[in-house]
T-cell receptor, first 113, second 110 residues
Framework: DGGITQSPKYLFRKEGQNVTLSCEQNLNHDAMYWYRQDPGQGLRLIYYSQIVNDFQKGDIAEGYSVSREKKESFPLTVTSAQKNPTAFYLC????????????FGPGTRLTVL | QKEVEQNSGPLSVPEGAIASLNCTYSDRGSQSFFWYRQYSGKSPELIMFIYSNGDKEDGRFTAQLNKASQYVSLLIRDSQPSDSATYLCAVLNSGYALNFGKGTSLLVTP
């Protein structure tokens, strides 16, 4: 089955800890994205990557970091510098930069204890 | 700030009726428009996209785009209780990522 997987589904973090959220896709898509969703809010872009070894900051990149070492993988690290990390994190991918239909993974719900 | 505005609802329609969901956007240069459906606790699912002025139909769904009025809508015909969800409007502004509205909650009552 082709698709986007995210793990874990639920994640709990203590104050001051860094955590990494996994995103993998087997759709052979070039572009990948990370969004954050807060209750009652739209999705906000954290980071995006058009190709391997390249990524750009989105609207709310502070306190987050990413890497894109493989086409299939785009992990997101939530650092201790992110002051309000409790949210629903969504990874998406699209065929390429000029193909705009984005498809989402199932999401990771992060809670800070 | 480029805005995408949606009425938060809830929009309540009886089963079998037409549900009409509306979205306005501020960036006149926007070229691509998307509707996602999101069930509670789940990730968004792409249901329609439209690039040109006019209507685009796919099954029970019709997307309507009016670039002059900066308005995009989604019609759901023969609404079913399973259509009850939050519908997110998304607009491609600058070629790399989507700008989302906050969503409209739809409730289809039996």
């Amino acid at each position: 089955d082709g698709g986007i997987t995210q793990s874990p589904k639920y994640l709990f973090r203590k104050e001051g800890q860094n955590v990494t959220l996994s995103c993998e896709q087997n759709l052979n898509h070039d572009a990948m994205y990370w969004y954050r969703q807060d209750p009652g809010q739209g999705l906000r872009l954290i980071y995006y990557s058009q190709i391997v070894n390249d990524f750009q900051k989105g609207d709310i990149a502070e306190g987050y970091s990413v890497s894109r070492e493989k086409k299939e993988s785009f992990p997101l690290t939530v650092t201790s510098a992110q002051k309000n990390p409790t949210a629903f994190y969504l990874c998406a991918s699209s065929i390429g930069y000029n193909y705009n239909e984005q498809f989402f993974g199932p999401g990771t719900r992060l809670t800070v204890l | 700030q480029k805005e995408v505005e949606q009425n938060s609802g809830p929009l309540s329609v009886p089963e079998g009726a037409i549900a009409s969901l509306n979205c306005t956007y501020s960036d006149r240069g926007s070229q691509s428009f998307f509707w996602y459906r999101q069930y509670s606790g789940k990730s968004p699912e792409l249901i329609m996209f439209i690039y040109s002025n006019g209507d685009k139909e796919d099954g029970r769904f019709t997307a309507q785009l009016n670039k002059a009025s900066q308005y995009v809508s989604l019609l759901i015909r023969d609404s079913q209780p399973s259509d009850s969800a939050t519908y997110l409007c998304a607009v491609l502004n600058s070629g790399y990522a989507l700008n989302f509205g906050k969503g409209t909650s739809l409730l289809v009552t039996p």
